[in-house]
């Protein structure tokens, strides 16, 4: 194994952790405002295809359309807060929604193919909040523009860990990381620290454990770094319990959204009812007025089709076969699944399907940790001075619980429903109060304990020193007497998750003792990862993105824990609080780790109202 | 991707965790990746082909299904060209009390609407 056994030391004014949609904006924006500032991108892959929109988009998911007086910022508010049973940050949505429509024109200027309504002359709407586009290159673009107003790119360089200062308490003083092409270990020094790391995939043991295993719905490279990392560092997180199941194509998990809402494809049960009409007095009598939510809340829509499934009624169809009935239609249909998620094209052409033809199986996918699309896990920020209530807001708008470091993305907590445009819009936000922040403090020079660092260093490479050391002990194959590979500990957590936390193979079911059970199996797991073993870096990185994914497990465990209610029948059930208890429960949880004395704290926080 | 150094040719050094993007076969400029999609739920027999031409901004697909029917699509990439994207440095520099505010670059002109939209008065706890 050759390492480099370099050091990289890189001083910068800004640091913005993952190149996505939110790191993109961040770095675009802090670059407008800090002329003279050096803006920094770490992305442990490359920008120009990284996250979760490696394949593209076929549509932009938050468009308010204020120039056509098509929906005003506090109407997106109300959709989000409905689909989310009420549990949200209403003054980072009306932030993002009063924004996010200059994102999608300067999208459209920089080169995004945009689709028009032949009939209104506005931008070709797939629902209410999203248009549609020909996205194939939606992130060459938008990492094109980052690329080019930022000071330096790193590409290929995983961060692991957040700098804290020695000197100030609380405060944010960079980042350390490795090249995970040649090894060197990266030390970032920065005077801000923007985490746009995206969520996060395999917690749960997905659907498909062989060589499907990759075909997540969410991609099997985002590892929740966007939480371990501010975790680690002492920031607070809030609602980590609210995990994400989506209802997708079975097995390639296509996207539901062109056929639902475009071109209204029903869903039936195996005997050709619609039950989501026939289930519906059920739900109320389960979910009360929530029930009453326009659009039926996402959580809801899945439990309607769990009940369905485990009554017998099975398989779920979805009829593309009597709506795909012009040419036109049947092409956009095909770019839809091509832009977004090819392996769904494959699964067709295998099976025989033309969906022109014949309906298709749908299922829910294993939940996902994350906080842009129609769930809000993430870090508690402050809002923006102008709008937001005491208690969310501490001087600089999206700035954690920690100084100096901000968040965008799906490292937000609270503000779901954000997506690629309001994901990049939250970046813009976080970069210019980053400068702002920066600006404020001139001062200031970062600074960082040199034995934390060096610990640190020795700390990412020991898996490597692991794999050497034991290797002599194993005749052939993994299996040694003193270390698991990142493999292994990938596959005790995902069990671990599934079993106790509610993943696939109880329904999505758990309790409090279930949850006690796997949160001590967690921690046991996490003595383990000290011997963890890699034996080239690609394993290294692995061991990494294992590392940060027991992290978010801990802290989404925790939370499940905490919250004594079922708030999103769907995403989970809590099978000992099974109804929504609006009286103790209409309120946002929240978690702190101390580093220092390694212990947790639970509290709530209030949910205030803005809009009526 | 890796290369193997004995028969010098790409490999995936981990299928079980490709989300098949196609971002390999993309980018490769001699056309030598083909994706086989996942064996655990799809029969063999098919395929699914692509071309991504920047210069021309469009993108080609040929798609096979295992009983042998063939679909081509061509749909568009982008309208302007590779690298012409400005940097955000590259605007007038803004004043320094728009710090102070809540605009973001280019605004409110890009927002297509006259000014930030505010707040809307909540009837409810009697806030104007
Ligand atoms: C299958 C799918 C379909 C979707 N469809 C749509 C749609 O049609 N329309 C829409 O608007 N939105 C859609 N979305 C949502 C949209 O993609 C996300 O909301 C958006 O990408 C979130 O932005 P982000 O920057 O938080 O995360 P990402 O864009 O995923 O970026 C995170 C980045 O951080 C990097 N990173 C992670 N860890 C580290 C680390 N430790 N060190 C360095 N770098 C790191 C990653 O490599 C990645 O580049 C979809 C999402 C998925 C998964
Ligand atoms: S298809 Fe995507 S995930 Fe699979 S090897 Fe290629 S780039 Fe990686
Ligand atoms: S020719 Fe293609 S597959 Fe081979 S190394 Fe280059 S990019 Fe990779």
Redesign the interface.
């Known amino acids: 194994m050759r390492v480099s056994g370099k050091t990289k030391v890189v001083d910068t004014d800004i640091l913005v952790v993952g190149g996505g949609f939110a790191g993109c904006g961040a770095v675009?924006?802090s670059?407008?405002?800090g002329?003279n500032l050096r803006i920094t991108l770490v992305e442990k892959a490359n920008i120009e295809?990284s996250g979760a929109v490696?394949?593209g988009l076929s549509a932009i998911n938050l468009y308010i359309g204020?120039?056509w007086n098509e929906n005003?910022?506090?109407d997106f508010v109300r959709y989000a807060r409905g689909d989310l049973v009420g549990l949200v940050r209403e003054d980072l949505l009306?932030d993002i929604a009063?924004?996010v429509?200059?994102t999608v024109?300067?999208f459209e200027e920089?080169?995004?193919?945009m689709i028009y309504d032949k009939n209104t002359g506005h931008y070709q709407r797939e629902g209410r909040w999203q248009i549609m586009i020909?996205g194939?290159?939606y992130k060459?673009?938008v990492a094109?523009?980052a690329r080019?107003?930022a000071t330096e790119v790193y590409n290929r360089v995983m961060v692991t860990h957040l700098l804290k200062d020695p000197r100030i308490p609380n405060r944010v003083s960079g980042a350390v990381g490795f090249n995970v092409r040649d090894g060197s270990f990266y030390i970032f020094r920065a005077k801000a620290v923007i985490v746009a790391a995206g969520g996060a995939s395999h917690i749960y043991r997905p659907r498909?454990?062989?060589?499907?295993?990759?075909?997540?719905w969410y991609?099997?490279?985002n590892n929740g770094s966007a939480y371990a990392l501010p975790i680690q560092a002492g920031a607070s997180m809030t609602q980590m319990e609210n995990k994400l199941v989506v209802t997708r194509f079975k097995?390639g998990y296509g996207p539901v959204g062109f056929y639902f809402l475009a071109l209204k494809a029903v869903a039936t049960n195996v005997y050709g009812e619609e039950y989501e009409k026939t289930k519906f007095e059920e739900l109320r009598k389960l979910v009360g007025k929530w029930a009453d939510a326009k659009p039926l809340p996402t959580c809801f829509r899945n439990h309607v089709m769990l009940q369905e499934i485990k009554e017998g009624r099975g398989p779920i169809l979805i009829h593309t076969e009597r709506v795909t009935e012009t040419p036109e239609k049947e092409?956009a249909a095909?770019?839809d699944f091509?832009?977004m998620t090819?392996?769904q094209?494959?699964?067709?052409?295998?099976?025989?399907i033309?969906p022109k033809d014949k309906p298709s199986e749908l299922t829910t996918s294993e939940p996902y940790v994350m906080g842009s699309h129609a769930v809000a896990a993430g870090a508690w920020v402050s809002g923006?001075?102008?709008?937001s209530p005491k208690g969310y807001f501490w001087g600089y708008n999206r700035m954690l619980t920690v100084e100096g470091l901000f968040g965008a993305g799906d490292t937000v907590g609270g503000s779901p429903h954000k997506f690629s445009s309001g994901s990049f819009?939250e970046g813009?936000?976080a970069g210019?109060a980053a400068?702002?922040y920066v600006?404020d403090h001139p001062d200031y020079t970062p600074g960082s304990d040199e034995s934390v660092v060096s610990r640190l260093r020795d700390t990412i490479f020991k898996p490597l020193e692991n794999y050497n050391l034991g290797r002599n002990m194993v005749v052939a194959g993994t299996v040694a007497p003193n270390y698991i590979y990142p493999r292994h500990g990938l596959n005790r957590l995902e069990k671990i998750m599934d079993e106790y936390a509610g993943g696939v193979s109880t329904f999505y079911v758990t309790n409090e003792q279930l949850l006690e059970r796997g949160l001590d199996l967690i921690l046991t797991l996490k003595e383990d990862l000290s011997h963890v073993a890699a034996e080239d870096l690609?394993q290294l990185q692995r061991a990494w993105e294992l590392n940060h994914r027991a992290w978010v497990s801990e802290a989404v465990v925790r939370h499940t824990i905490f919250r004594k209610e079922t708030r999103w029948p769907g995403y989970y059930y809590r099978a000992d609080y099974p109804k929504i208890d609006d009286d103790h429960w209409n309120v946002f949880t929240v978690s702190s780790y101390d580093p220092i004395s390694g212990e947790w704290t639970m509290t709530t926080k209030p949910v205030i109202?803005?809009?009526? | 991707m890796h290369i193997d150094p004995h028969i010098r040719r790409a490999y995936n050094t981990e299928p079980e965790m490709c989300w098949e993007c196609y971002s390999c076969v993309k980018y490769c400029p001699e056309n030598a990746i083909d994706v086989r999609s996942y064996a655990d739920f799809n029969p063999l027999g098919h395929s699914v082909t692509v071309r991504r031409e920047p210069a021309k901004g469009v993108i080609s697909w040929r798609i096979r299904f295992r009983d042998g029917r063939v679909k081509h699509f061509v749909f568009p990439t982008r309208t302007t060209r590779e690298d012409s994207i400005p940097s955000s440095r590259s605007y007038p520099e803004p004043v320094r009390e728009l710090l102070e505010d809540q605009v973001l670059s280019h605004e409110p002109d890009k927002l297509m609407v006259p000014s930030l939209p505010k707040l809307p008065p909540r009837p409810s706890d009697g806030r104007a």
């Open positions: 675009y924006e670059a407008y405002w002329r295809r490696a394949h204020m120039r005003k910022p506090e009306f009063r924004h429509d200059s024109h300067l920089w080169g995004l193919p020909h194939e290159s060459p673009i094109e523009a080019r107003s498909s454990v062989g060589e499907g295993a990759g075909r997540t991609p099997p490279w097995d092409e095909w770019e091509l832009d090819i392996g094209v494959g699964m067709w052409a295998a099976n025989n033309d923006p001075a102008d709008l819009t813009r936000l210019k400068v702002k600006l690609h109202k803005l809009v009526d």
